[in-house]
């Protein structure tokens, strides 16, 4: 609708199928659907049938088109989607009461702590997380010790107070996969430093052995933060979450070498200095 300028704050949003009463849909009914339209998003069947009448016509009625945004195949269709993200970003800011221009007038470092995944394996002790997380924040707070550190579990907080420390965030450290999509919250001239992950199986473009940036597709048009990758480069860079996983993109976590998150680091002050 952004594309063809025809926002409309009474537009009634219709999910085709049932409607999940998960935390996460209850988050996008509170915090997301609000930014767009003032009514609430129905199920398209009982909406329709709640005319009771064999036909239902519409002045408007607009039919989502191509939504995916990670398959090879479909990355083509990020391009000149860039000022779209951006209005979908600025205008959940803007109804959740902050300033989107805002930007932090001192340095603050996050690192995500994803201690909890709905796509974990039963039994496996963690999910594409960072495994020597505490080392990675004692490393950092005794390296720059002027700079304020925090460890955030984002499940344990609401939607809205995560856009609140995000936008208080000039540097983000976290995992891929789905936890580093809160990235477009971040300030105007913001550093993120994402997580990738080591290639066993061709897929998504990248080649066995590769080093591999899982929401790249998507992220590399969030263009008002900076994206640096840490690579990973073989087995000394990763651990599997559960014994007799194979697949290192859906089940291995990363171990971090202080002396490359430096780099990544130093990298994104210096981009920031005035």
């Not at 391009?79 to 805002?102: D, M, T, V």
Request: include cysteine; charge should be positive; proline fraction near 5%.
């Amino acid at each position: 609708m952004d594309r063809m300028s025809i926002t409309d704050q009474n537009l009634v949003i219709m999910h085709l199928n049932n409607i999940p009463k998960t935390p996460l849909f209850e988050t996008y009914h509170q915090y997301v659907i609000p930014a767009l339209t003032k009514n609430p998003m129905v199920e398209f069947r009982t909406y329709v049938q709640s005319f009771h009448t064999k036909h239902v016509c519409f002045d408007r009625l607009i039919v989502g088109g191509q939504l995916s945004v990670f398959p090879k195949s479909k990355i083509k269709e990020n391009h000149g989607r860039e000022a779209l993200f951006y209005n979908w970003r600025s205008k959940i800011i803007k109804y959740n009461g902050f300033n989107l221009n805002f930007v932090p007038q001192k340095h603050h470092i996050i690192i995500t702590n994803k201690s909890i995944s709905e796509w974990a394996h039963p039994g496996s002790k963690r999910h594409r997380a960072i495994v020597n997380l505490e080392e990675v924040e004692k490393f950092i707070k005794l390296t720059y010790p002027t700079i304020s550190v925090e460890v955030i579990e984002w499940h344990t907080i609401p939607f809205n107070k995560q856009i609140e420390k995000l936008l208080n965030t000039p540097i983000l450290i976290t995992p891929c996969g789905g936890v580093s999509l809160i990235i477009p919250m971040l300030p105007n001239g913001a550093q993120a430093i994402v997580m990738d992950y080591y290639v066993t199986k061709t897929t998504h473009g990248y080649l066995k052995g590769e080093t591999g940036s899982m929401e790249s597709a998507l992220l590399n048009h969030i263009t008002h933060v900076r994206k640096q990758y840490y690579q990973i480069y073989g087995k000394q860079n990763y651990e599997f979450d559960y014994s007799g996983a194979t697949d290192t993109r859906e089940a291995s976590s990363i171990i971090v070498n202080m002396t490359r998150l430096q780099l990544l680091i130093d990298k994104a002050l210096e981009e920031m200095e005035p």
